[in-house]
């Protein structure tokens, strides 16, 4: 069947541009002022230019983030309800000029109107109504924690107006005030929503737009008023944004690139699936994070199944994206167009087969056909890397385990679709699938109440649902923490023997009657140091205590090798995790006179003190065994007919660096919390007190827990911390120390983007509950998978 063209009138986003000339400044305190240098911005599908908007300078990011600073105080705190009203507010109104949204973000973006009309801007409408929820439950809900402050938000071209809304309404939601920049190609429908908070009273400051390129977003990123930077985009800049925040305290969530895998098993309704082939890469032209753009199929069907997507992709029609009949529009600009030109041609030169519809796409705009690869090598360029645009590259499996492997064969971890009429196979799958969203049987479904976000190098945080406001959050208690005075303890490979200033006397050793050697902890075992050292440690008298191993870069790489080969541990059950828990702690209260004497002798602590914590400490594990088979996720209501299943699930390889203080408690108090949920460890235990935490080998051993669970390696803990830092098997680093040290791991993280926890040199207290346990804790032990599975014939 023919369509005839059905073309959405732009008459109203003409009106509205005319009336602004054409020509934008930049919304700032309430109002538009009038920017500097402008550009032009281009509708893709015509190549005309749109408007011209202004280049934000630092100085107007400055102007912005001041009066985002200024108008703090009083948003934080109107109550709840105040903020309720004020986000349904901007839900009601962007409903009510739902389809000048649609059409200007179609002209801008070159996204056909049927997109922007039927998701974007319902699904925008939708997130503020969301949070208007969250900012009235607000005090109850998150009844300990407050905003942060002025949040800055960098956003892409791709879902212009959805990203606002994932990341403006959260925010204002916990009582942050915002200074957002748009992307440079698609700034006009964030000018006409600065233009709704006018109109619907939004106090001055509250919300500030600065449009501008890449120039304008580092000056955002790098201004010291900035509690929270918010980003999507792509990879590469999310890893410049992490080193450049590195130690400024400055709260990060990075929703970067993917490459997804769209997996099909031979059992699966093979119709549907070429219609959810559609949504998954030719939805928004492919230019979508979590496009499916990674096609496996089980090896018996592929044939069959490149014969129906064929057949279906000489139907798809490209072209004019105000033409509701159309299927695929505009690429976002020309860069983006070579790029995807380029990438295919070094498919083909590297072998694949490249299969396009026998039509032609329009010439006067910035047009792509879809297009299928076969032939694929899974280690190929088209394979790996994120193309951004309407290409599929398929590839075949034989079996479940196969499927798996190559869908985790990516730096990547956004997002996974799954089809199969086999509901046992699928969420068999979905939980191997290293991925923040799994769909079974849809693809590319999104909703307010269930977060999103990545594993891996598609970045850390998430979007929407109660995770994505702990985002826009802090502990009340968090700002009125003690800096630590320490700087930090060196220990040194000095021949303690030899050495005057450490010298051991006759009279400050301790007791040497058996010399005890403890060695580092690795794969269940003790094992001696790879570099042959040791070093003395003292008490805070300057009493020799005893020495341990000096690790180094090869222990921390071996003890990361046992942690990855402990892998049976996250798939155990939660019911043998808090048996083996309870277990600790059972020996622990066995052995509790040796560790209050360590205790006293190590950190010259009254025994009343290091009898407090022994028995905090016991407390604590059983405290954490009781969480392990109770932190067990939600059930979200999404507006589909859906059960979306949140699950948190464990990051895997977890590296800890254990604060200097309370060596025995402050240890527990991380390592529990992180084992619990199904991580496996390496720990670098206090420095300066080592051998509470060397003790524990016999607890560990006698209580059941598997050999590479927990691995414990001792020496200097920025030397080793750094190493851990760079290792790309380490999923996820906490760091409870300095503010230099804090600095370091955030910025050498940015290797694999791993998520990071520091104290910015905050020490906490270790016997307060609010600051030493909790769900504080068991969320930063997991991140939140999102699997959707509908229901209904
Ligand atoms: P970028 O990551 O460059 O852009 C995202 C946003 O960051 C834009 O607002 C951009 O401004 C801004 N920005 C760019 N450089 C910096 C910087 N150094 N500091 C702070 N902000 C900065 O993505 P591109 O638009 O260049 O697209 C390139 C590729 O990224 C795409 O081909 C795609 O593979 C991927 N991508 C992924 C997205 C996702 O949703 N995960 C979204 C968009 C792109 P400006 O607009 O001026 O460049």
Redesign the pocket.
Known sequence: MEYGPAPESAEFVDAWLEKHGRRFGHFINGRFVEGGSTFEVINPATKATIANVSQGSSAEIDQAVQAAAAAFENWRTLSGHQRARYLYAIARQIQKHSRLFAVLETIDNGKPIRETRDIDIPLVARHFYHHAGWAQLASEVFEQYGPLGVCGQ??????PLL?LAWKVAPALAAGNTVVL??????PLTALLFAEITQQIGLPSGVFNLVT???????A??EHPGVAKIA????????R??RQ?TAGSGKKLSL????KSPFIVFDDADLDSVVEGVVDAIWFNQG???CAGSRLLIQESIAKVMYAKLRQRMENLRVGNPLDKAIDIGAIVAP??LQ?IESLVQQGIKEGATCWQPGWAVPTDGLFYPPTLFTDVEPAGTLAQV???GPVLVAMTFRTPGEAVDLANNSPYG?AASLWTENVNLALDIAPKIKAGVVWVNCTNVFDAASGFGGYRE??FGREGGIEGMYEYLRPNWEQHLPEVDDPGFEPRAEPALNNAANAVSAENVVSVAIDRTPKLYIGGKQARPDSGYSYPAFDPAGKYRGEAGLGNRKDIRNAVEAAVKAGGWPNSTAHLRAQVLFYIAENLQVRAREFIDRLVGDCGYTIELAEREVTATIERTFYYAAWTDKYDGRVHSTPFRNVTLAMPEPWGVLGIVCPQGNPLLGFMSLVLPAIAMGNTVVTIPSARYPFAATDLYQVFDTSDLPGGVINIVTGNQLELAKVLAQHLEVAALWFFGSKSGSEMVERESAGNLKATWVTHGKARNWFAPEQSQGEEFLRHATQVKNIWVPYGE
């Open positions: 960098i956003i892409p071209w791709n879902f990203m920049k748009p992307a440079e190609f698609t501008g390129d890449g120039r304008t977003g580092e955002l990123i980003f999507t985009g792509s990879t590469e800049v999310g410049i944004i450049k929703e970067l690139g993917g230019q979508v994070c860069v983006q790029k994120e193309i951004f956004l598609s970045g």
